[in-house]
């Protein structure tokens, strides 16, 4: 398979503080990647390094989609090369309503037959999102919310699809909902990239997956490998065995 988006040697800068550091990255096309790490890692960063949403530049090295250079250009050109960005925290319009923002997502679109087509697409994977399609977005819950950002997101009809902590202050039944969601459109053909604290379910769904530290990749490697590594069971899995678990124990008592 070939890559659809890479990072070469990128660093990004909050004013003064730097935020990735030479980070490197190849996602492959049609694959799930995650990206995983603690609060402050750079994981959001990633992504709106790629949007252009920090800086249109970035301080350091290069971003290429589908073999085409896009640091530097404006995020709205981005957004109609094929990439959709669901921020973490969902960031719906409060005062749209559903079908509304809906609309909204498919504003880099021409063919406004082809959106309206659409719609019966999202729904399949939205079901309640049909059904509130005439409720202002601020009202739904937490979880209905989720699934019209990525819905909003999916509306554009992207090849890649960059999704920011979609678990984030979701029931567990609302997670493992998402994220069979998540897998069919995988399925479907769009590459996702996803940034996730839940880091089991992370790698249970994602082909490949990267572990950031202070802004470099620390580990990478096919997730099935990931979930048995000693070092990534104890510091993200929160699994220990034989004697580290045994060290965590006593640490606990003291």
Excluded: C, H
């Excluded at 070939?2 to 550091?21: C, G, Q, W």
């Excluded at 252009?52 to 050109?77: C, M, V």
């Excluded at 009202?139 to 019209?148: D, E, I, K, P, V």
């Excluded at 802004?215 to 034989?242: A, T």
């Amino acid at each position: 398979m070939s890559a659809i988006i890479e990072l070469k040697d990128v660093v990004t800068f909050y004013d003064l503080i730097i935020a990735l550091r030479s980070i490197s990255i190849s996602i492959e096309q049609g694959s799930i990647t995650a990206i995983l790490g603690n609060n402050g890692a750079g994981k959001s960063t990633i992504l709106k390094t790629i949007m252009g949403l920090i800086s249109r530049q970035p301080s350091k090295g290069d971003i290429n989609f589908l073999g085409g250079k896009i640091a530097g250009i404006p995020t709205e050109q981005i957004v109609r090369l094929g990439i959709s960005y669901v921020p973490e925290g969902r960031e719906v319009f409060s005062e749209l309503t559903v079908k509304e923002n809906l609309l909204m997502g498919a504003y880099t679109r021409k063919d406004k037959k082809g959106v309206k087509k659409d719609f019966p697409w999202i729904y399949n994977y939205f079901p309640i999102l049909k059904e509130k399609e005439n409720q202002w977005a601020g009202t739904l819950s937490g979880g209905q919310q989720q699934m019209l950002a990525i819905g909003r997101a999916l509306i554009s009809r992207p090849k890649l699809l960059l999704l920011d902590e979609p678990s984030l202050g979701l029931s567990p039944l609302l997670v493992k909902e998402i994220f069979n969601i998540i897998k069919a459109i995988n399925k479907e053909g769009v590459t996702i990239v996803l940034m996730e604290q839940n880091a089991k379910m992370a790698l249970t769904i994602s082909d490949y997956a990267y572990i950031l530290e202070n802004g470099r990749v620390g580990i990478k490697g096919p997730s099935v490998e990931l979930l048995e590594k000693k070092e990534v069971r104890e510091l993200y899995l929160g699994i220990y065995s034989g004697s580290s678990r045994n060290r965590y124990q006593n640490i606990k008592k003291k």
